[in-house]
């Protein structure tokens, strides 16, 4: 498989199953877009993806009940959706699955540790050469597996900082535990966070703008931003 070349420098949402979810949609009522959106798995149910990245084979949605809940929502979409299904084998049961470049990936990322389907779509990513990535629904709190969830959050800021290294823009729900995005910024910086005026880093370009948390509001204006907070819904404009 070729490059895909139209996604270079072009700004994705990657969609997982979390709660932090809402994020994108709360971000899209708030006129927020992007130029392609990429679902994991059952994601392709709710919501409009441009790509889906479905690591595990097709028979495993469709012969057998392993994958719980996604399922039955699995087996009303592989069959029918249009868009490109990033997958470890083809099956002719779903017309639009397409098999993962897994040798380009890994030859051009000079890597092969992905643990879990985020990291797949996180390196494809990197081999496209898109432009920023913003993360919602990837939280990795599985409360009934916490090695899975401690290996699969390892796994993708491992990919995250591949990406951010690669000059990609990277972003995360502040729901996410991923990159302790869902801690406050004066908490992150660890020793500092215990200073009477705890340390923010905030990034900015190619720097970091890095300030004590009661004068960092005023430098970020300076620079037209503002720390990354929970999105909030619309509300009435002007009545």
């Not at 929502?73 to 029918?80: A, D, E, S």
């Not at 699955?97 to 092969?112: F, G, H, M, R, S």
């Not at 660890?190 to 705890?198: A, E, S």
Request: hydrophobic share 40%.
């Amino acid at each position: 498989m070729e490059r895909i070349e139209s996604l270079e420098g072009k700004r994705i949402a990657l969609l997982g199953l979390g709660i932090s979810q809402i994020d994108y949609l709360i971000s899209l009522e708030n006129s927020k877009e992007w130029d392609e959106t990429w679902g994991i798995n059952s994601v392709a149910g709710a919501l409009k993806c441009d790509r889906v990245f479905m690591m595990d084979p097709a028979s495993r949605f469709l012969d057998s009940e392993d994958a719980g809940k996604q399922t039955k929502v699995m087996r009303k979409i592989l069959p029918n959706i249009k868009v490109p299904i990033y997958s470890c084998e083809l099956d002719e049961r779903v017309p639009s699955i397409v098999d993962y470049p897994l040798q380009e990936v890994c030859n051009a990322t000079k890597c092969a540790y992905m643990n879990n389907t985020v990291a797949y779509a996180l390196a494809f990513a990197m081999w496209n050469k898109v432009g920023a990535i913003d993360l919602f629904g990837i939280d990795f709190s599985y409360r009934n597996d916490l090695h899975f969830a401690e290996a699969g959050r390892a796994c993708v800021e491992f990919w995250l900082c591949k990406l951010m290294e690669s000059g990609i823009t990277v972003g995360v729900s502040p729901r996410s535990t991923v990159l302790d995005a869902d801690v406050p910024a004066d908490e992150r910086l660890y020793g500092y966070h215990r200073l009477d005026k705890p340390l923010v880093a905030i990034p900015h370009k190619d720097s970091w703008i890095i300030a004590p948390n009661d004068k960092i509001e005023d430098l970020l204006k300076e620079h037209n931003m503002e720390i990354i907070q929970e999105a909030k819904p619309p509300e009435p404009y002007k009545g």
